[in-house]
């Protein structure tokens, strides 16, 4: 394995300009040490002429466990055929340009660590453990008519309670989890309970939040309606996920808590396409259509009230395939330079990693390297894998 790369004749967007900058970009143990300037000796060059060298990608709603659209399925399953599931879905993740993905209902401190020895191809893996749902909420797989437990929890798990709550948080952090994810609203794909309603009550969010807070962490909350958004943030949470239902009012509000917006775009444009094929149930194909036009104009409503919009893609099962489709769509609403901003600076200050997400000195050498210039042509950024490089702190994927 090299220990220094350097790429030349490349144009650089460094995750953050409006415009493109020339290179060279010099990495020694897996950090940028230049950017610009002559060219420096290193034990590997690569020739990007014509190419334009991007920060790794990020996408902060990635779900490695999120193997079957069926979540009752998908908890049936022996973790250890999960997390080998996992395994595959990450290392399509990274091919595709993503160096770093935040997964908000899943992973655990077995598949970190193997991702941290180099035991399989990953991107930076930051999880926050199965999210957490009230009885009933979105995340209990439950039908209405079923007599199952509901007890497993490799993605969700069912916790009422103020002190329930305090102790599987104290336990994820102890695990080494990156934050905390809550189910805050309905959702799509769960059977028994209505997309708009706010879950969980605010002393249950609050406990949930502090105790995050105080671990220098955050919270991440499943939550589509103003509603649900302003009881989330209201009471300490950092993160909306979704935000479908958005309007000018709760946007306003979303800003002035420094909140930010993680849309999901992808999700609702490959379920309705796909849906009905891949046996979803009628009523979640309903609900995904009360949601899918709608989060365009979410990330609109966040943009003009000053609200940070990352990016992120909620796919479940084989729609893994369509991520680098979320791109594509998040640019059609906001142009190739705020898009990618979302995906690579933004995403990482939601993170709180400010050394990702740039070109940059000090920065993690995690680079995607695509052909031609994507801010005048974007379609480059879904290309497909011949038509870009990976590099993963320093090393060329």
């Not at 336990?171 to 708009?196: C, E, N, Q, W, Y």
């Amino acid at each position: 394995m090299s220990d220094t790369l350097s790429i030349v004749n490349a144009a650089v967007f460094d995750g953050v300009s409006d415009e493109l900058v020339e290179g060279p970009v010099h990495i020694a143990d897996g950090r940028i040490t230049a950017v610009g300037g002559a060219p420096q000796p290193a034990d590997r060059v690569l020739d990007a002429r014509g190419r334009t060298v991007l920060p790794g990608l990020i996408d902060a709603h990635c779900h490695a466990y999120g193997i079957d659209l069926d979540l009752l399925a998908l908890e049936s399953r022996p973790l250890s055929y999960v997390a080998l599931a996992a395994a595959r879905r990450l290392a399509a993740a990274l091919a595709r340009g993503f160096t770093t993905v935040r997964d908000p209902s899943g992973g655990d401190a077995g598949l970190a660590r193997a991702i941290a020895e180099g035991l399989l191809p990953s991107p930076r893996y930051l999880w926050t453990g199965p999210a957490l749902s009230q009885t009933g909420g979105h995340g209990d797989v439950r039908a209405a008519d079923s007599e199952v437990c509901g007890c497993s929890s490799h993605s969700v798990e069912v916790v009422d309670g103020v002190d329930p709550l305090r102790r599987a948080v104290r336990d994820r952090f102890r695990r080494g989890a990156h934050a905390i994810k809550i189910m805050a609203s309905g959702g799509v794909v769960s059977l028994t309970d209505p997309i708009r309603i706010p879950q969980y009550s605010a002393e249950e969010v609050r406990a949930v939040t502090d105790e995050a807070n105080r671990r220098g962490s955050y919270v991440a909350a499943h939550a589509y309606s103003p509603e649900a958004i302003r009881h989330a943030i209201g009471n300490g949470v950092r993160s909306i996920e979704h935000g479908n239902l958005l309007d000018a009012g709760t946007a306003a509000a979303m800003a002035a808590a420094g909140a930010f917006l993680v849309p999901t775009l992808a999700a609702y444009d490959a379920m309705d396409r796909r849906g009905a094929e891949l046996g979803m149930a009628p009523v979640s194909q309903q609900k995904n259509r009360e949601v899918l036009d709608a989060g365009r104009r979410a990330v609109e409503l966040a943009r003009a009230a000053g609200v940070r919009v990352g990016f992120g893609t909620d796919l479940m099962g084989v729609l893994e395939d369509e991520q680098l489709t979320g791109l594509r769509l998040q640019v059609e609403v906001d142009g190739p330079v705020t898009a990618l901003r979302s995906a690579t600076s933004v995403n990482a200050d939601l993170l709180g990693r400010p050394d990702l997400g740039r070109v940059r000195e000090g920065c993690a050498g995690d680079l995607l390297i695509v052909d031609g210039d994507p801010l005048r042509d974007p379609s480059v950024l879904w290309a497909g894998p011949d038509r870009r490089t990976v590099v993963q702190g320093g090393v060329v994927r």
